[in-house]
């Protein structure tokens, strides 16, 4: 049953599609480039900078979502997830070294995406508060300890499943697992203080327990959406169809609409607890975020990033109809690009959004994304397309334990 | 007392064997039939085509009934019929109704699920007749019985038991409805 390609349509022709992301990237680039410039002459790189920081945190947010999906593979020891498993390690790998030279630009820009690099703590009480990480020294450090633990995390959870792969040793699978347990707490607080520090921190006044949660969920969505889509390509393909049956997508699928409502829920617990508490130091962020068009904004997600995708994502069968589901993964990454925006950019620009400058955070996006997915394409034409040890593939593949069972023995007797 | 027929019953040894029938049962233009199996068969619903429960629209429409009666309870008693201001904020306002309004939802979307389910399912009940056929007993154990409706359009007593025999049905037998 596992191998029933024969339901399949043909597979796609992606020839054409080759050399898109080498596309995006000179595309994106030159935008780029006349975004900085402009940027330079027309508002000292502020635009420039934010447009930078909102591309740079949606791969990363992807990245941290596809490396959440791995460990929780480990963690719950899943047999479905082993077919997704491999792009998801080399997804996540993209944040050291990749996202971390993304990032540099970010922190040499810092005193135009922060005003508080720009302030003296001995006269602003909100940034003493938070000394010493709000120094430029500290603000390095800990950038550089939040890719220190990614790239160990990342490239070990990489390394071992590529060692599984030669040995298919049971070492590599406590190995795994060992990277994952103290990984995923690891993973939850450096994935808070990241969103809070390069996120949050953009309106350095304000603060948000659940913030970080919120970044989490938002991280996971985005992550599964693009694992749908992968997903749903390779085995159109027929490259990962032997591990990947049809029940395996309505499992994705319902993490999808899980997190949908995740991420609705945490955001609307913040703006609940700020508006229920009435604290002029806590809702200057939302009254911000009432003006001008960041009002149509606030809409926009309310319907499009919580309602709209809840709706069509709740029927039960739905979830395996890629017809459907793709085209709502893609509206996922505008949602969430739309959601990173409402979060970073009205620091810069308070009174709404200024729309001639549109062009520059689609590029940004463009450039990394074209980069990106030229990397994440090297990865994945280096290795297997599946780990081919996993201890679940059999049952991955829908092979019975009581078949696989009789065929250890006969060949335990065979070699007796 | 009238006697009426409820259908006829016909026995099978395994999922496979059952399965098998209810393909031709359906295939010959039933549709008023049921399968008793001591556990869940693969395949059966499809051959059933049995679609989604109705549950769920049940559920759905218990869940927004209870949420939208709180939203307006909070509006008639805050805004409308006592206007009161607690912590200066508007008699009315959205994320001040959601808190009670989703939870609600909650409490309506379950007893929706549970309601829904008896209603469909006809319960509770004292009785059914299939209850008085003798060998029923085994579909909890080690039997698969197929039943034909006598309600079904295509029911004939004859022809009916003529169909489940040539399907391979064992100790095909009349259930009557003792009602």
């Known amino acids: ?416 | 007392m009238s006697e009426k027929l409820y259908g006829i019953s016909a026995e099978f040894d395994s999922p496979a064997a059952i399965l098998r029938a209810a393909k031709k049962v359906r295939d010959a233009g039933y549709r008023r039939w049921d399968a008793f199996t001591p556990f869940p068969v693969h395949g059966m619903d499809q051959v059933m085509q049995l679609g989604n429960s109705l549950v769920g629209w049940v559920s759905l429409a218990m869940g927004a009934g209870a949420f939208a009666s709180v939203v307006g309870l909070l509006w008639f008693t805050n805004a409308f019929d006592y206007p009161l201001i607690v912590g200066g904020k508007p008699m009315f306002s959205v994320p001040m109704t959601f808190v009670p309004s989703y939870i609600m939802l909650i409490m309506g979307g379950a007893i929706g699920a549970l309601v829904g389910m008896l209603g469909l399912n006809q319960l509770p009940r004292l009785h059914h007749p299939l209850l008085d056929h003798k060998r029923f007993d085994l579909v909890s154990r080690d039997k698969f019985i197929l039943v034909i409706g006598a309600q079904d359009e295509k029911f004939c007593a004859t022809e009916t038991r003529k169909l489940l025999e040539g399907i391979g049905g064992a100790h095909v037998a009349l259930v009557e409805d003792h009602d």
Not at chain 1, 87 to 104: D, G, N, Q, R, S
Not at chain 1, 229 to 244: C, D, E, F, N, T
């Open chain 1, 1 to 416: 049953m596992s191998h029933d390609t024969t339901h399949l349509p043909p597979p796609l022709d992606l020839s054409r599609w080759r050399k898109l992301p080498a596309r995006l990237m000179v595309v994106g680039g030159i935008l780029c480039a006349i975004g900085a410039a402009l940027s330079y002459q027309r508002n000292d790189l502020h635009e420039f900078g934010f447009s930078w920081l909102l591309a740079f945190m949606f791969y990363y947010s992807l990245a941290l979502g596809a490396l959440f999906l791995v460990m929780v593979h480990h963690l719950t020891d899943a047999g479905w997830s082993v077919g997704i498993r491999r792009f998801c390690e080399h997804l996540a790998t993209l944040l050291f070294p990749w996202l971390a030279i993304l990032f540099l630009p970010i922190g040499l820009l810092g005193p135009k995406i922060y005003q508080w690099m720009t302030l003296d703590s001995a006269t602003n009480n909100l940034v003493a508060a938070k000394l010493p990480v709000f120094t430029t020294a500290g603000f390095w450090a800990a950038s550089a300890l939040f890719f220190g633990i990614w790239w160990l995390l990342s490239s070990q959870l990489s390394r071992w499943s590529l060692k599984q792969d030669e040995t298919g040793a049971a070492d590599c699978t406590r190995k795994l697992r060992f990277y994952s347990g103290w990984g995923i707490v690891a993973y939850a607080l450096t994935l808070t203080y990241s969103g809070v520090l390069w996120m949050n921190a953009t309106s350095y006044q304000w603060f948000s327990c659940i913030y970080g949660v919120y970044f989490f969920s938002d991280c996971a969505w985005i992550g599964l959406a693009t694992v749908y889509v992968i997903a749903a390509v390779l085995v159109r393909q027929r490259i990962i169809a032997p591990v990947m049956k049809r029940n395996y997508f309505y499992f994705l699928g319902v993490l999808l609409l899980g997190f949908t409502l995740f991420s609705a829920y945490t955001e609307f617990a913040q703006y609940f607890v700020v508006w229920n508490a009435n604290m002029p130091e806590e809702t200057f962020w939302y009254l911000i975020r009432e003006r001008g068009n960041w009002w149509g904004l606030s809409l926009v997600l309310i319907f499009g990033h919580f309602f709209i995708p809840f709706f069509v994502l709740l029927p039960e069968k739905v979830k395996m109809n890629f017809k459907v589901i793709i085209p709502v993964c893609l509206w996922i990454g505008l949602m969430h690009a739309l959601d990173l925006g409402f979060n970073i950019f009205p620091a810069l620009h308070p009174y709404g959004y200024h729309f001639k400058w549109v062009w520059l955070p689609i590029g940004c996006l463009m450039f990394m994304g074209g980069l990106l997915a030229k990397v994440f394409l090297k990865k994945f034409n280096a290795h297997p397309p599946y780990p081919q040890r996993d201890p679940r593939l059999l049952e991955a593949m829908g092979v019975s334990q009581n078949t696989v069972r009789d065929l250890t023995e006969a060949n335990a007797g065979g070699a007796r």
